[in-house]
């Protein structure tokens, strides 16, 4: 690694890069600076003074967060301007594709050849979210629920991570190495349902939400599990199942059974008319 040109928003940077964990030495036209690593740490501690809950989401300040990576910089306002497009590549560890959590045992690797970090991950339990969801959760303000997506993103982290081989811990962590965490863990335990076209509804997700339940009601299975099985070891438990368990053919319903329908019962009170009629002709 060394000098580099970058290209952001339209304006050419003259980088001095050795990797995220070192300081970045920038230069746009006559100003020059230097940019420390940030780390773990001051990101996820800046994410909470600049980010909010809105309804449709999560909302950024990106000036806040531009702010907070120059801090201890002396420039006026016009510098600051130039150097931010800069400052938030920087804040989220450039912008190379990140990389999908691995299997469940397996290293995620964090680091480069001269600054190694890696990471073991599981999934969170479903105790240790709602845990998570009671933490961030609370009423300081005129009742009103008030939530706090960082705090809750950290013990998510938290949960997740199973092992860490980095020197100076997850607080040290560099921005390229907090992005590809931070990335992993949410892909690990957020369900992408507009990804998972399973989830999407229709006669085929509705006889796939059949045959998986089905399974996990006689087996004890998670959906995981048996999603992971060989799909013609899933076809002869079916069909041993429908050995045991026959389906059970639907009745065909009545005009009775409709919802809107309306019922009228007449029924026999028990006297005997018999002689009704003999009476009446006397």
């Known amino acids: 690694m060394g000098p580099l040109e970058l290209n952001l928003a339209g304006t050419a940077y003259r980088l001095d890069f050795g990797g995220f964990h070192r300081p970045l030495g920038?230069?746009?036209g006559t100003l020059t600076i230097t940019l420390p690593p940030w780390?773990?740490?001051r990101h996820m501690d800046t994410l909470r003074l600049c980010t909010a809950p809105s309804p449709s989401g999560l909302r950024l300040d990106s000036r806040i967060l531009c702010d907070a990576v120059l801090n201890g910089l002396v420039a006026d306002d016009e510098s600051r301007?130039?150097?931010a497009p800069i400052a938030l590549w920087w804040a989220a560890g450039g912008d190379a594709p990140l990389a999908q959590?691995?299997?469940e045992g397996e290293w995620l690797e964090l680091g480069s050849y001269d600054n190694p970090a890696r990471v073991r991950l599981r999934p969170w339990t479903e105790h240790q979210r709602l845990a998570a969801l009671d933490a961030a959760l609370s009423d300081e303000l005129d009742d009103e629920t008030l939530f706090d997506p960082v705090r809750y993103l950290e013990r998510m982290v938290e949960a997740t991570v199973a092992t860490?081989?980095?020197?100076?811990?997850?607080?040290?962590?560099?921005?390229?190495?907090?992005?590809?965490?931070?990335?992993?863990t949410v892909a690990l335990n957020v369900l992408d349902e507009e990804a998972d076209r399973l989830l999407?509804?229709?006669e085929a997700a509705r006889q796939c939400a059949a045959r998986t339940l089905r399974l996990c009601q006689a087996l004890g299975w998670t959906p995981a599990k048996v999603w992971a099985?060989?799909?013609?070891?899933v076809d002869r438990l079916l069909r041993m199942l429908d050995l045991l368990q026959p389906a059970r053919t639907p009745q065909r319903r009545s005009l009775a059974d409709h919802p809107d329908a309306t019922v009228i019962r007449i029924e026999d009170d028990g006297t005997d008319n018999t002689d009704q009629p003999e009476r009446m002709s006397r």
Do not use: F, K, M, N
């Open 81 to 83: 301007r130039l150097i």
């Open 101 to 103: 959590p691995p299997a």
């Open 164 to 184: 860490l081989d980095a020197p100076g811990g997850i607080d040290d962590l560099d921005a390229r190495a907090t992005a590809l965490l931070l990335h992993a």
């Open 39 to 41: 780390t773990y740490r």
């Open 26 to 28: 920038v230069s746009v």
């Open 229 to 233: 099985t060989p799909a013609a070891e």
């Open 200 to 202: 999407q509804g229709g």
